[in-house]
């Protein structure tokens, strides 16, 4: 199926907005004309996981004009950037700086000003990371086939305050989408393909988790067994141990590309990031207040979209990463 070029434009722009808004959705009108639901009578599902706690709305806001501020003066350097070819480069941007400012400052370290650049992945405002850019569209497309495909390997790091979890490995398999009010929230797993208001779809959701840390010391080397939870009904199954005080560093592997998935089911296991005030973090802890959360995009491996060799890009670590910053 080929694409128009307006359509085409939008598509290279973000692999997020192919995830989180796929083709097939249907307005609620679509759909009640094509069963005859009268729109009062849709059953919707109900998330699982909490809203945003009242205070986040302010805090957001806060953050929001600090990162546009920031963003607006940001310039990419050469010590940004991990890997570059002809085709392509990886940078590690920088917490706190939108996307489309690394993008529109690409051209100014690349002395071919003829290459079209677009982004090929996207991280939250105040993640950090591997990100991708592209030169050109046939590159840009290929690159987010792959993204929508799941070819590519991608592994975060999370430092989160919570109790211990009682699992070195866990695989957390539920639903994503929007609730009534807007918030992306977790859904059960059986809810995946059901329709939410607004007209969009429960999608699928699966990350695997390994324990890096707790309170600064490696835990005990992991064992073979997995834990899996498949999320169903309104209660989270208990996954930690403890009083809720612990510096959990954990290292996540994202199966699908949902968006704030991580966030999402840190929170719904109970370790959630510190800083992620969306979805209840520690803003404060210990005197301190985190302006952000402490999400880290470590690592991408795929198939070079030109070559076909494998390519394995990492960004160092945070140094809180690295410490576990008791």
């Given at each position: 199926?080929?694409?128009?070029?307006?359509?085409?434009?939008?598509?290279?722009?973000?692999a997020?907005?192919?995830?989180?808004?796929?083709?097939?959705?249907?307005?609620?009108?679509?759909?009640e004309?094509?069963?005859?639901?009268?729109?009062?009578?849709?059953?919707?599902?109900?998330?699982?996981?909490?809203?945003?706690?009242p205070?986040s709305?302010?805090?957001?806001?806060?953050r929001?004009?600090?990162?546009?501020?920031?963003?607006?003066?940001?310039?990419l350097?050469?010590?940004?950037?991990?890997?570059?070819?002809?085709?392509?480069?990886?940078?590690?941007?920088?917490?706190?700086?939108?996307?489309?400012?690394?993008?529109?400052?690409?051209?100014?370290?690349?002395?071919?000003?003829?290459?079209?650049?677009?982004?090929?992945?996207?991280?939250?405002?105040?993640?950090?990371?591997?990100?991708?850019?592209?030169?050109?569209?046939?590159?840009?497309?290929?690159?987010?086939?792959?993204?929508?495909?799941?070819?590519?390997?991608?592994?975060?790091?999370?430092?989160?305050?919570?109790?211990?979890?009682?699992?070195?490995?866990?695989?957390?398999?539920?639903?994503?989408?929007?609730?009534?009010?807007?918030?992306?929230?977790?859904?059960?797993?059986?809810?995946?393909?059901?329709?939410?208001?607004?007209?969009?779809?429960?999608?699928?959701?699966?990350?695997?988790?390994?324990?890096?840390?707790?309170?600064?010391?490696?835990?005990?080397p992991?064992?073979?067994?997995?834990?899996?939870?498949?999320?169903?009904?309104?209660?989270?199954?208990?996954?930690?141990?403890?009083?809720?005080?612990d510096?959990?560093?954990?290292?996540?592997?994202?199966?699908?590309?949902r968006?704030?998935?991580?966030?999402?089911?840190?929170?719904?296991?109970?370790?959630?990031?510190?800083?992620d005030v969306?979805?209840?973090?520690?803003?404060?802890?210990?005197?301190?207040?985190?302006?952000?959360?402490?999400?880290?995009?470590?690592?991408?491996?795929?198939?070079?979209?030109?070559?076909?060799?494998?390519l394995?890009?990492?960004?160092?670590?945070?140094?809180?990463?690295?410490?576990?910053?008791?």
């Amino acid at each position: 199926m080929s694409a128009s070029p307006l359509s085409l434009r939008n598509l290279l722009l973000s692999a997020d907005k192919i995830l989180i808004k796929p083709y097939f959705a249907n307005s609620i009108k679509a759909m009640e004309a094509r069963h005859d639901l009268p729109i009062s009578n849709l059953d919707y599902p109900k998330p699982v996981s909490a809203p945003p706690p009242p205070i986040s709305k302010d805090i957001e806001l806060k953050r929001a004009i600090e990162a546009s501020s920031k963003s607006s003066l940001f310039n990419l350097t050469r010590d940004h950037i991990l890997y570059e070819d002809e085709w392509l480069m990886a940078v590690n941007k920088p917490k706190g700086v939108y996307c489309e400012y690394v993008l529109s400052s690409a051209p100014k370290i690349i002395l071919d000003s003829s290459n079209e650049f677009h982004l090929a992945n996207r991280l939250d405002r105040d993640t950090s990371g591997v990100m991708l850019i592209t030169k050109s569209h046939k590159v840009a497309a290929k690159l987010v086939k792959a993204f929508t495909e799941h070819k590519i390997r991608k592994s975060y790091i999370a430092l989160s305050i919570g109790p211990s979890p009682n699992w070195s490995k866990i695989t957390v398999k539920s639903g994503h989408g929007r609730s009534k009010h807007g918030a992306w929230r977790v859904y059960a797993a059986s809810d995946v393909g059901r329709v939410l208001p607004g007209g969009s779809f429960v999608r699928d959701m699966e990350t695997t988790f390994e324990l890096v840390s707790i309170n600064g010391e490696n835990p005990q080397p992991p064992s073979e067994s997995e834990s899996i939870i498949v999320v169903e009904g309104d209660e989270p199954e208990l996954t930690c141990v403890g009083d809720g005080d612990d510096v959990v560093v954990v290292r996540a592997f994202p199966q699908s590309g949902r968006t704030h998935q991580i966030r999402l089911h840190c929170q719904y296991l109970g370790i959630p990031i510190r800083g992620d005030v969306k979805y209840h973090g520690m803003y404060e802890w210990r005197g301190r207040i985190y302006e952000g959360h402490e999400l880290h995009a470590e690592s991408l491996s795929l198939e070079h979209p030109v070559t076909g060799d494998p390519l394995v890009i990492q960004a160092a670590l945070p140094n809180w990463a690295n410490t576990g910053d008791v």
